[in-house]
């Protein structure tokens, strides 16, 4: 079964700083989609960024990059000139397209804090 | 707006009780999930359905079920409630079932059993 992990329950940046957000998977699968979901205190999940695993280039939505390594199963976030409404939980998710239902495996969040 | 709607937003109950969460996905999805998250948790994958039939499992408790009607509005109910059933509640819609397809999500129902 595939499991998502993310060893940082809490995390702090300064306002206009860079911050980057760990995430690991474990699966046998070759080809397999990754997320990034944000989460703000109104609780609606919004989707950051997607990456397709046989995708070599590193997705990237403005300020929001992924480092995707697939050989070490890591897919970390990389938030750049953070703003303070990027305060927020941030989950890690995997799909396996090889599973019909495509639904989305979670790991536990990390909860981000962007100081003024 | 994601464009998918749960109603209630907010439910208080006691245990031992039964409720019913109500998802009424995107115009025209088929496709429609249950996640539970727990007071500061990941979400936990419950049931998946599309088109009416059930078409995965997750953890779901026996205590729970759920089922997708035919206008494609889903309902999730919870019965002989327990303190730690107290969580929020997602739904989450897509067009047809492929890894391509953007996955919406409800703002929730937060459940709280006292």
């Known amino acids: 079964a595939q499991t998502v992990t993310q060893s940082q329950p809490e995390m702090s940046v300064q306002e206009a700083e860079t911050v980057t957000l760990s995430c690991t998977y474990d699966t046998s699968e070759n080809n397999y989609y990754l997320f990034w979901y944000k989460q703000p205190p109104s609780r609606q999940m919004i989707l950051v960024i997607r990456q397709e695993a046989y995708k070599q280039q590193n997705a990237t939505e403005n300020r929001f990059s992924v480092n995707f390594q697939k050989a070490a199963k890591s897919f970390s976030l990389k938030i750049s000139d953070s703003q303070l409404g990027d305060t927020a939980m941030y989950f890690c998710a995997f799909m396996n397209p090889m599973d019909s239902s495509y639904k989305l495996i979670f790991g536990s969040g990390t909860r981000l804090l962007v100081r003024p | 707006d994601s464009g998918v709607t749960q109603t209630p937003k907010h439910l208080i109950t006691a245990t031992g009780q039964r409720v019913t969460l109500r998802c009424s996905p995107r115009s025209g999805d088929l496709s429609v999930y249950w996640y539970q998250q727990s007071l500061d948790q990941g979400l936990q994958f419950l049931i998946h359905y599309y088109n009416g039939e059930e078409r995965a499992k997750g953890n779901i408790l026996e205590r729970f079920s759920a089922q997708q009607f035919p206008d494609l509005h889903s309902e999730l109910n919870l019965s002989s409630l327990e303190l730690g059933d107290s969580a929020l509640y997602f739904c989450?819609?897509?067009?047809?079932?492929?890894?391509?397809?953007?996955?919406?999500f409800g703002s929730g129902t937060q459940l709280s059993v006292l």
């Open positions: 989450a819609s897509r067009h047809r079932d492929s890894p391509d397809e953007k996955l919406f």
